[in-house]
């Protein structure tokens, strides 16, 4: 059996590479959890998708086998596997959660509109789809489903959950991903617009109908993410803050599996649920989900059979991995590592001050990060935008914007010294010890260590590091309790605003309050252009951004996946959500 246990139906070229949320979201795990962004979005606006027969190319098959085969293999066979998770998620509730964690869960205990499969966009919930000529109104029609507790799901429960990410009330971080829906800001943010007056509606219990307020060309792509997946309204109101989604007693999903016990910070388990539209078709009954953070330790469960999923490895074992264990796989991912400044009134003044940041972005090696730290095939990161997102010219975006002079070596470092002596700090004389916070996980730490040690060795800067679990990292992070922070982002849809839309002011994710007022109008103003046009203001708002440094981009991710090879049809979709859904395992 070569390699089959994970299912590469989704173009993507298995490369020399490392694993990252999220992104889609958010990313928590080691260095690069995330997928390859390369998909094209069906801008086909007056094409009607009248895929409503639910036919076999609905889903993602994932092995060469034939389908009496399987069938057969899941009669013989317990299916059941374990998956290390890694982090325990903030959040399990879609319209709440940020991160891959989260959204990895949530991709198979829920389901949207269209799922991704192979680059293209399939029916999920809705049966079909048009879209107006001015590619401004979606029309949704719904299929038959149910909840996971039996009852009807309706185009009104779409309509209850995208709202409800939007009352100002939720505070949903992700609450900005519905952007591209008429007056969906302006309710968001108070700023005159009723949850009446927001695009969406549902006409009847099978229609939802979506007015954009300008035609967005991955708008379709957006509905496959978790924050537009349905929730229910009984279920949310009986736990609070998104608690109901980690109770099994409270739960309620319409995907492939349902949650029937989380342990906090240990596990989660999922059964496949009964009521799900094409439960016939899952033959996976049970995922045990654990959340053990150390590489180490998880990759010695693995290798001890107690996992059979596994989403990271020691940064040390990757090269002698990626020669000689065929159940190791490297993926191509659109997602930038980086560190952020805290850019606060209230913070240190020294990280006010650009030659400071501009000398501490020289002062790293990248070339060598990722070549002698990761070595995972990672790429050095010269802008913020990753390779595999295309201009509407069909260029790439990352070629065309170059790399701002921003080194990948040590070419800089006289450069870097000179700006932080102009500054007042020759050789860091002077210079306040920092603090920089990770999210507690060994890659992190290792990379954390590695830019601790060019900070002091290239320019005479002490960097003390701190870390904590995830959830507290988040909390600390937002609430600016650090000088320097680790971040990483991996992107939601295949266009630059994925990426550059986290840096305006007040935006939910701009972590490090850097304020730029032509920052932030370049990409508000980008829903309201086509074309080059539109492309030309994520050009200069970047250009933007690598001029001000309120981050420093470290490295591009790539994605590490480990699959036990009598577990077939594990798939990630090219932005990197999980799908167990066509899981089949086979005797050992």
């Given at each position: 059996m070569i390699k089959k246990g994970l299912a590469l139906l989704l173009s993507m070229t298995l490369v020399v590479g490392a694993f990252v949320s999220c992104g889609n979201k958010e990313d928590n795990s080691n260095s690069a959890n995330s997928s390859n962004s390369t998909q094209n979005e069906s801008t086909d606006k007056n094409k009607d998708n009248d895929n409503d027969k639910d036919k076999d190319e609905d889903k993602n098959t994932t092995n060469n086998g034939d389908k009496d085969e399987e069938q057969?293999?899941?009669?013989?066979?317990?299916?059941?596997?374990?998956?290390?998770?890694?982090?325990?998620?903030?959040?399990?509730?879609?319209?709440?959660?940020?991160?891959?964690?989260?959204?990895?869960?949530?991709?198979?205990?829920?389901?949207?509109?269209?799922?991704?499969?192979?680059?293209?966009?399939?029916?999920g919930i809705a049966k079909s789809w048009e879209v107006s000529d001015d590619g401004l109104v979606y029309t949704f029609h719904l299929r038959d489903s149910k909840w996971s507790d039996g009852t009807p799901l309706t185009a009104n429960d779409f309509e209850y959950a995208w709202k409800r990410v939007l009352d100002p009330?939720?505070?949903?971080?992700?609450a900005f991903i519905m952007d591209p829906i008429l007056n969906a800001t302006e309710y968001n943010l108070g700023e005159g617009a009723t949850a009446d007056e927001v695009g969406v509606k549902a006409i009847d219990e099978k229609t939802l109908q979506v007015t954009l307020k300008s035609p967005t060309p991955y708008f379709l792509g957006l509905t496959a993410f978790y924050t537009y997946f349905p929730v229910n309204k009984k279920a949310v109101e009986a736990g609070e803050d998104g608690l109901w989604a980690k109770q099994p007693e409270n739960f309620i999903g319409n995907g492939p599996f349902k949650l029937v016990e989380y342990v906090d910070s240990h596990r989660l388990v999922m059964v496949k649920n009964e009521h799900y539209w094409k439960a016939d078709d899952v033959k996976l009954e049970k995922i045990t989900a654990k959340m053990i953070v150390e590489d180490s330790t998880a990759y010695t469960a693995y290798q001890n059979g107690e996992i059979q999923v596994l989403n990271s490895v020691p940064n040390d074992l990757i090269p002698q991995l990626m020669?000689?264990?065929?159940?190791?796989?490297?993926?191509?991912?659109?997602?930038?590592?980086?560190y952020m400044f805290n850019m606060r009134d209230d913070s240190i003044p020294q990280l006010q001050d650009l030659r400071v940041r501009k000398a501490m972005a020289y002062a790293i090696d990248r070339k060598e990060l990722v070549e002698q730290v990761l070595k995972g095939g990672q790429l050095p990161a010269p802008g913020f935008v990753p390779p595999g997102i295309l201009d509407a010219e069909g260029n790439e975006f990352r070629t065309v914007a170059g790399d701002y002079g921003m080194p990948s070596d040590d070419s800089k470092l006289e450069e870097a010294k000179a700006l932080l002596a102009e500054a007042g700090y020759p050789n860091g004389e002077g210079f306040p010890t920092l603090d920089l916070k990770y999210n507690t996980?060994?890659?992190?730490?290792?990379?954390?260590?590695?830019?601790?040690?060019?900070?002091?060795?290239?320019?005479?800067?002490?960097?003390?590091?701190?870390?904590?679990?995830?959830?507290v990292f988040q909390e600390d992070r937002r609430n600016g309790r650090y000088d320097v922070a680790r971040g990483g982002w991996l992107g939601d849809y295949s266009d630059p605003n994925t990426m550059l839309?986290?840096?305006i002011i007040d935006g939910s994710m701009n972590d490090s309050k850097w304020v730029n007022e032509e920052y932030t109008r370049l990409i508000q103003e980008a829903p309201f252009l086509n074309g080059q046009e539109r492309m030309e203001n994520f050009y200069k708002a970047e250009k933007i951004l690598m001029e001000e440094l309120p981050i420093v981009p470290v490295y591009f991710y790539t994605d590490f996946f480990m699959v036990k090879s009598n577990v077939i049809g594990v798939s990630k979709t090219k932005l990197n959500s999980l799908w167990l859904g066509d899981v089949i395992v086979e005797a050992e």
């Amino acid at each position: 059996m070569i390699k089959k246990g994970l299912a590469l139906l989704l173009s993507m070229t298995l490369v020399v590479g490392a694993f990252v949320s999220c992104g889609n979201k958010e990313d928590n795990s080691n260095s690069a959890n995330s997928s390859n962004s390369t998909q094209n979005e069906s801008t086909d606006k007056n094409k009607d998708n009248d895929n409503d027969k639910d036919k076999d190319e609905d889903k993602n098959t994932t092995n060469n086998g034939d389908k009496d085969e399987e069938q057969d293999v899941a009669k013989d066979v317990p299916q059941e596997i374990v998956w290390n998770l890694g982090a325990n998620p903030r959040h399990l509730d879609p319209g709440l959660n940020s991160a891959t964690d989260g959204g990895d869960v949530g991709n198979n205990l829920f389901e949207g509109l269209v799922r991704e499969f192979n680059g293209e966009y399939k029916p999920g919930i809705a049966k079909s789809w048009e879209v107006s000529d001015d590619g401004l109104v979606y029309t949704f029609h719904l299929r038959d489903s149910k909840w996971s507790d039996g009852t009807p799901l309706t185009a009104n429960d779409f309509e209850y959950a995208w709202k409800r990410v939007l009352d100002p009330e939720t505070a949903s971080e992700y609450a900005f991903i519905m952007d591209p829906i008429l007056n969906a800001t302006e309710y968001n943010l108070g700023e005159g617009a009723t949850a009446d007056e927001v695009g969406v509606k549902a006409i009847d219990e099978k229609t939802l109908q979506v007015t954009l307020k300008s035609p967005t060309p991955y708008f379709l792509g957006l509905t496959a993410f978790y924050t537009y997946f349905p929730v229910n309204k009984k279920a949310v109101e009986a736990g609070e803050d998104g608690l109901w989604a980690k109770q099994p007693e409270n739960f309620i999903g319409n995907g492939p599996f349902k949650l029937v016990e989380y342990v906090d910070s240990h596990r989660l388990v999922m059964v496949k649920n009964e009521h799900y539209w094409k439960a016939d078709d899952v033959k996976l009954e049970k995922i045990t989900a654990k959340m053990i953070v150390e590489d180490s330790t998880a990759y010695t469960a693995y290798q001890n059979g107690e996992i059979q999923v596994l989403n990271s490895v020691p940064n040390d074992l990757i090269p002698q991995l990626m020669v000689e264990d065929p159940e190791f796989y490297v993926l191509p991912v659109i997602g930038t590592y980086y560190y952020m400044f805290n850019m606060r009134d209230d913070s240190i003044p020294q990280l006010q001050d650009l030659r400071v940041r501009k000398a501490m972005a020289y002062a790293i090696d990248r070339k060598e990060l990722v070549e002698q730290v990761l070595k995972g095939g990672q790429l050095p990161a010269p802008g913020f935008v990753p390779p595999g997102i295309l201009d509407a010219e069909g260029n790439e975006f990352r070629t065309v914007a170059g790399d701002y002079g921003m080194p990948s070596d040590d070419s800089k470092l006289e450069e870097a010294k000179a700006l932080l002596a102009e500054a007042g700090y020759p050789n860091g004389e002077g210079f306040p010890t920092l603090d920089l916070k990770y999210n507690t996980n060994e890659s992190h730490k290792t990379m954390a260590e590695a830019v601790q040690a060019m900070w002091k060795k290239n320019l005479g800067i002490n960097v003390e590091l701190s870390n904590s679990e995830w959830a507290v990292f988040q909390e600390d992070r937002r609430n600016g309790r650090y000088d320097v922070a680790r971040g990483g982002w991996l992107g939601d849809y295949s266009d630059p605003n994925t990426m550059l839309d986290l840096f305006i002011i007040d935006g939910s994710m701009n972590d490090s309050k850097w304020v730029n007022e032509e920052y932030t109008r370049l990409i508000q103003e980008a829903p309201f252009l086509n074309g080059q046009e539109r492309m030309e203001n994520f050009y200069k708002a970047e250009k933007i951004l690598m001029e001000e440094l309120p981050i420093v981009p470290v490295y591009f991710y790539t994605d590490f996946f480990m699959v036990k090879s009598n577990v077939i049809g594990v798939s990630k979709t090219k932005l990197n959500s999980l799908w167990l859904g066509d899981v089949i395992v086979e005797a050992e």
